[in-house]
């Protein structure tokens, strides 16, 4: 195969531009009082502020990520900006399960978990249709990338709060 033919491997932008990005994000969630949320559409994913609780601080963390809806679940991918390393909500959500999203229609209780088996091959397969270039990004890094299911819970107990 010549060099021409060869799929080009994605580039992502520096971690300096990354952290900013996050930072801008939850400035923006802030500021916008939440209007920087949206639905996925048929062709795109949505985006909700995701509240966990820290692991080793025990306080609230809040990031915004992309996410895709499963019937009354919600899933997205732990992805880190497609860097090394697990993102720290996800170790955050892993170590303490129990959180909340916000949504464009409202806080929801979640509890958060990996999608395995047939189940995040499914998951993966509707994200690919989304976004063609799911493989490549997932290949630059060197362990496979989380499907995050986000199930609804009852209220019980604390839990995290915006």
């Known amino acids: 195969m010549s060099v021409d033919n060869r799929a080009k491997k994605p580039k992502l932008p ?4 990354i952290h900013v990005a996050w930072r801008v994000h939850r400035g ?27 692991r080793r601080t025990g306080q609230e963390r809040s990031v915004i990520v992309a996410y895709l809806e499963d019937g009354p ?14 993102p720290a909500w996800w170790l955050n959500l892993r170590a303490h ?8 229609d409202g806080r929801r209780l979640v509890r958060g978990r990996a999608a395995t088996g047939d189940e995040r091959r499914r998951l993966w397969a509707r994200w690919r249709e989304i976004d063609t270039q799911l493989d490549a990004f997932a ?16 209220a019980s107990g604390p839990s995290p709060a915006a």
């Open 14 to 17: 520096p971690r300096w531009f």
């Open 139 to 154: 290949a630059l890094r060197s362990s496979e990338t989380a499907v995050v299911v986000l199930e609804p819970r009852a």
């Open 73 to 86: 679940n919600l899933f997205t991918l732990a992805m880190n900006g497609w860097g090394e390393g697990e």
């Open 28 to 54: 923006l969630y802030r500021v916008l009082g939440g209007r920087v949320v949206w639905r996925p559409r048929a062709t795109r994913w949505g985006t909700l502020r995701l509240t966990t609780t820290g």
């Open 97 to 104: 399960p129990d959180a909340t999203v916000d949504l464009v």
